[in-house]
């Protein structure tokens, strides 16, 4: 049997359970560099249990729906920000735990100017760009030690717009 999951837009209230969207939406929280810069202040909750804060640059291969989801992941010891470099889509899929294991997994579809955080230890998707060059700064846990628990799905999902 078939789960079909549908990609709904995201928003900061649809997945708030699970991270933070980080987007520049109403006004600026002040004004900075002579009032030519809205600071849109402190829009994610980054968190690490040790390490330090780092920042990567991920290149992903981009992927279409409808799009099978074989796997989520998560990082137990930090939170994980994805910040696109370029104005395309991408696919977030989150899942909640029960008692370690993921269940009931959604989607959503980024619109232009929107970056995530997954809060730490929330099982997630893969990087899933719907654009080239599937370019991002990713902000994770740079520390020693396994940050890193995969779960492979018995049940066949497939995610649709």
């Keep these: 049997m078939t789960?079909?999951?549908?990609?709904h837009p995201l928003t900061a209230e649809a997945l708030a359970p699970y991270g933070d969207v980080m987007e520049a939406t109403g006004a600026p929280d002040k004004l900075i560099n002579q009032g030519k810069c809205g600071r849109f202040h402190d829009r994610a909750?980054?968190?690490?249990s040790d390490g330090k804060?780092?920042?990567?640059?991920?290149?992903?291969?981009?992927?279409t729906l409808p799009l099978p989801l074989k796997m989520v992941e998560r990082h137990?010891?930090?939170?994980?920000?994805?910040?696109?470099?370029?104005?395309?889509?991408?696919?977030?899929?989150?899942?909640?735990?029960?008692?370690?294991?993921?269940?009931?997994?959604?989607?959503?579809?980024?619109?232009?100017?929107?970056?995530?955080?997954?809060?730490?230890?929330?099982w997630h998707?893969?990087?899933?760009?719907?654009?080239?060059?599937?370019?991002?700064?990713?902000i994770d846990r740079i520390?020693?030690?396994?940050?890193?628990e995969e779960h492979w799905f018995d049940t066949e999902y497939i995610i649709e717009e």
């Design 3 to 7: 789960t079909r999951i549908k990609a």
């Design 76 to 122: 137990p010891e930090g939170s994980q920000a994805f910040v696109p470099m370029s104005a395309g889509p991408f696919l977030v899929v989150v899942a909640r735990d029960e008692d370690g294991t993921p269940v009931n997994p959604i989607a959503f579809l980024t619109k232009p100017g929107q970056a995530i955080n997954f809060h730490r230890g929330t």
């Design 125 to 138: 998707g893969v990087l899933a760009p719907l654009s080239e060059p599937g370019l991002f700064a990713v």
């Design 53 to 63: 804060a780092g920042i990567s640059i991920f290149q992903g291969e981009k992927e």
């Design 45 to 48: 909750n980054l968190d690490f």
């Design 143 to 148: 520390g020693d030690g396994a940050n890193l």
